[in-house]
């Protein structure tokens, strides 16, 4: 089973982590920020009430000129560990367990340590006192050395519950863009829904379909609903053509056999001669092979609309299109003796087109016999081929009574006979152009028919040239000229 996907929810979550990522990434960065102010502010605390212990060191008014330590009007927390020595490495006071601290450079030192398992910032001042400085020696100098230590605890606390209101910040943040999100886009992909309900009311009897306005006026949408309209319309013609074509051609099989079939009962009337059995039989033979004919063309055309199968036909198939005219000139030599028709034929290139020979041979046959049939008596019919950058144009031209207006946006249509002589006795069945069209269509290429300014209609093809890697046609003359009388 195919699993569905919402675009709603995937848009939904790939807002919500994107969101997600960023408020992640805000919350590292003002965690470090505010470890960094609530250290700095925590260190300035301890330098302050180490100078404080610094400041309560005097003079011990012996002989000595010793130092103690006077801890009158300093503050010390309750939980702060701290030890004062001289520069002999007397005690002059202290509070708390004293951790082993090595004895590093500098005036002013900061240390971690871990104080039973509770971590501790130490800070080592180093500095000096002076005693009766109003000497005339200058007074005595002493060197004293503090370390002052609190536990960090606290710092971690202010840190985590600035973490903890930007993460509920955030999860209130992430909610309501949640229902935002979710309620912008149900609204804005509610053109997709109406075009949905537009196009679910399509049926094979009822073809129109009108795009909502919300779905033209929407960027994303106008070109679906245009390719929805085309496509549609598309897919319309296409019934009505295959409708019709299925209508006329019950209706020519329909009229075939009822012709036979009259055909027969007339025989069967009354007893008839030997003779008029071998005539009437003989009629209906022709009746038979005429509707044999007309099945063979339908199936033609039919083989032709469908899609090109590259695993069945060939690859690269190609035929010269001077073999194919030559041939339909003589298959078609009997009709044009008939009626005293010349078709004369001029090419100026040599050249191949990517259509199989049997069906280049039945392109060149039909628009030759269209032309034959419908060009006066002692006239003359001109094929001519060209050749460009990329395209074989093939014209051929007859001198008859041309071609209406009216008949010209139907002559492609199967069984459409515009021109009343095309009956029963010529053999016309309305197919042969549409085979034409077919080939062209089939091969890339296009076909038009059109008055020709002289008098009489001609018909255009434009197919495209093979692909470099076919087979080329041997060398043959640059011009030439096939008559046929």
């Known amino acids: 089973m195919m699993k569905s996907v919402s675009i709603t929810h995937q848009l939904i979550v790939t807002v919500l982590v994107l969101e997600l990522l960023s408020a992640g990434t805000l919350i590292g960065a003002i965690t470090a920020h505010e470890w960094h102010v609530q250290l700095k502010a925590f260190d300035a605390s301890l330098v302050a009430t180490a100078e404080s212990l610094m400041g309560a060191v005097q003079d011990s008014e012996d002989e000595s000129d010793n130092v103690i330590l006077d801890m009158r009007g300093v503050q010390v927390a309750k939980d702060a560990v701290f030890r004062v020595e001289d520069e002999q490495g007397r005690l002059l006071g202290s509070a708390g367990e004293q951790p082993g601290l090595e004895k590093l450079p500098g005036t002013a030192v900061f240390r971690d340590v871990d104080v039973k398992g509770r971590g501790y910032r130490f800070l080592i001042l180093r500095g000096l006192r002076i005693v009766d400085p ?15 230590g609190r536990p960090v605890d606290h710092v971690w606390r202010e840190v985590l519950e600035a973490i903890r209101f930007f993460a509920i910040a955030t999860a209130l943040l992430l909610g309501v863009t949640a229902a935002v999100m979710a309620w912008r886009v149900r609204k804005r992909l509610a053109p997709v829904h109406e075009l949905a309900q537009e196009a679910e009311r399509i049926s094979s009897s009822d073809w129109r379909f009108t795009a909502p306005l919300s779905a033209k006026q929407t960027v994303e949408l106008r070109p679906l609903a245009a390719a929805i309209e085309a496509a549609l319309s598309r897919l319309q013609r296409s019934f009505e053509q295959q409708r019709r074509f299925t209508n006329d051609a019950a209706h020519e099989l329909k009229t075939g056999v009822a012709i036979v079939k009259s055909s027969l009962q007339l025989l069967s009337m009354r007893e008839r001669t030997v003779e008029e059995y071998s005539q009437g039989l003989a009629l209906c033979l022709d009746d038979f092979t005429r509707l044999e004919m007309t099945v063979q063309k339908m199936l033609t055309l039919a083989r032709l609309e469908q899609p090109p199968s590259h695993a069945l036909e060939p690859a690269f198939q190609s035929c010269s299109l001077r073999d194919a005219i030559e041939e339909a000139v003589h298959q078609s030599k009997p009709l044009a003796d008939l009626k005293s028709i010349r078709v ?15 069906d280049a041979l039945l392109l060149c046959s039909n628009i030759l016999l269209n032309a034959l049939q419908h060009g006066c008596d002692g006239s003359t019919v001109q094929i001519a081929v060209a050749v460009d950058e990329d395209t074989t144009r093939l014209t051929v031209q007859d001198q008859g009574e041309g071609i209406s207006d009216a008949d010209r946006a139907h002559v492609f249509e199967p069984f459409y006979r515009g021109d009343p002589s095309r009956s029963r006795k010529s053999g016309g069945t309305g197919l042969g152009l549409s085979i034409c069209k077919a080939i062209c269509d089939r091969a890339g290429g296009s076909i038009e028919i ?12 434009t197919l495209p040239l093979p692909l470099p890697t076919e087979p080329l046609a041997s060398s043959l003359t640059p011009s030439a000229s096939l008559k046929a009388h």
Do not use: C, K, L, W
Request: proline letters at 5%.
């Open 134 to 148: 109003g000497e005339p020696t200058g007074g005595v100098r002493h060197s004293i050395t503090i370390v002052y």
């Open 344 to 358: 004369v034929v001029e090419f100026t290139a040599e050249t191949r087109v990517p259509i199989d020979s049997r």
């Open 450 to 461: 059109a008055n020709n300014a002289a008098g009489g209609a001609q018909v255009t093809v």
